[in-house]
């Protein structure tokens, strides 16, 4: 079991940006593969994005495919997701696991980082 941190959502206007980080504990980290899922108010949850071990091979939701990019940086244990083009449907809260590939979560749910995008 990994504990995971969300982090870098807030308050963007459309077609804006943002960051999001997913940090675990450690300080060299070759871990599985990751991926962030988002979940809006009165929706379930849906899988965002997902990057295999090396951060060489991505996959990604249909509707944010050429506006958002995961990557990861092993080394500092820490998995991204850049936000470019923001729209008010990626309003949501952000979490991230542990994956198995494609698209299936595997680990515990932590509490997300809230993204909202106004007009």
């Known amino acids: 079991q990994v504990q995971l941190t969300e982090s870098g959502g807030g308050l963007v206007q459309a077609g804006g940006s943002l960051r999001l980080s997913c940090k675990a504990p450690?300080?060299?980290?070759?871990?599985?593969?990751m991926g962030w899922f988002r979940q809006a108010p009165g929706k379930e949850r849906e899988f965002v994005a997902a990057?295999?071990?090396?951060?060489?091979?991505?996959n990604y939701r249909d509707s944010v495919k050429g506006r958002f990019t995961i990557s990861r940086d092993n080394a500092r244990n820490t998995v991204y997701l850049q936000m470019d083009s923001l729209k008010l449907e990626d309003t949501a809260v952000y979490y991230c696991?542990?994956?198995?590939?494609?698209?299936?979560?595997?680990?515990?749910w932590g509490q997300g980082t809230q993204v909202t995008v106004s007009s």
């Open positions: 450690g300080r060299t980290y070759s871990g599985p593969a």
């Open positions: 696991n542990t994956v198995r590939l494609p698209t299936n979560p595997i680990g515990p």
């Open positions: 990057i295999d071990w090396s951060g060489t091979n991505t």
